[in-house]
């Protein structure tokens, strides 16, 4: 299958490396003279422009930073949307406002082609391991054509509704995840004034009730600090996120939103955040 990819990175890149390895004809966009330098290491076919780098798709991936940098690669009359050929499948797995994905849907509908709403949760590793998680919005029958190929980094895919239902899950599933990191920051701390050290009781809670898959990421990390400090700037990114979509849709976060403004989250969590986000 001829597949177009704009936006390489920390995420993208292991994708195209799956996607190469089963098969697949890939082009990358690379504008920068780094990027093509790094695609032609990996042995991958690259381009200069959007309607290079997507015409000739059968399926364009956007894997990009920020929604502004969605809504910039995707629309507009120099857009991947307008340069796709109809009957085509642009899969986006940007974490974006879910607006996004509806505007992206109603923009595709005009050029025949085809839009998936495919959140993501994990990071590279899950990727090489081909088991990252995807939230996929849209047309099930559109995810049912693309589904083997998702299926070359991804376990499971699971299908979440119409377009947008992908963001909105991902981000209920992050403000849970920066939540429960919160909340592991604060039991440090009451264990501590109970005469427990840190590592004992992440070592001992992770195997008991009280565990999680957040409790799981800060102990093999090392500590609650460690992990706080290396996953600031996108957790940073997705509270802000959540909180405005929250805001938008007139949604009380409730419980959730009161631990994100504590001062666990809040200085120990999102205050390191100062640090520019790797891509």
């Known amino acids: 299958m001829r597949i177009g990819f704009v936006g390489a990175g920390r995420m993208g890149r292991p994708m195209v490396g799956r996607l190469t390895a089963a098969g697949h004809d890939v082009t990358v966009l690379a504008r920068h003279p ?19 780098t997507v015409r000739d798709a059968d399926v364009v991936f956007v894997v990009v930073l920020t929604d502004e940098q969605v809504r910039s690669v995707c629309l507009g009359p120099e857009g991947v949307l307008a340069a796709m050929r109809p009957g085509a499948t642009l899969v986006q797995h940007t974490t974006s406002d879910p607006a996004t994905a509806r505007l992206l849907v109603e923009a595709g509908a005009e050029h025949g082609v085809r839009v998936l709403d495919a959140a993501l949760s994990g990071g590279p590793h899950d990727i090489a391991a081909g088991r990252l998680t ?13 589904r083997p190929l998702l299926a070359t980094y991804a376990s499971p ?10 963001q909105r899950v991902k981000l209920v599933n992050n403000a849970l995840f920066v939540a429960q990191v919160g909340l592991a920051i604060d039991a440090v701390r009451l264990a501590g004034s109970l005469g427990i050290e840190e590592r004992t009781l992440l070592d001992a809670v992770r195997h008991g ?6 409790l799981d990421v800060v102990a093999r990390g090392g500590s609650v600090a460690a992990v706080a400090e290396r996953l600031a700037g996108l957790m940073s990114k997705d509270v802000a996120v959540v909180r405005e979509v929250a805001r938008s849709a007139g949604a009380d ?3 959730i939103g009161a631990v994100l403004a504590s001062d666990a989250v809040e200085k120990q969590v999102l205050e390191p955040a100062a640090a520019p986000e790797k891509p």
């Open 34 to 52: 780094q990027a093509r330098e790094a695609a032609t290491a990996d042995g991958t076919a690259w381009a200069g422009t959007v309607a290079e």
């Open 134 to 146: 995807l939230w996929i919005g849209g047309d099930e029958r559109v995810l049912d054509d693309v």
């Open 157 to 166: 895919v699971l299908w979440v509704g119409p377009p947008g239902n992908g």
């Open 209 to 214: 009730s009280g565990g999680s898959r957040a």
């Open 253 to 255: 976060l409730g419980i």
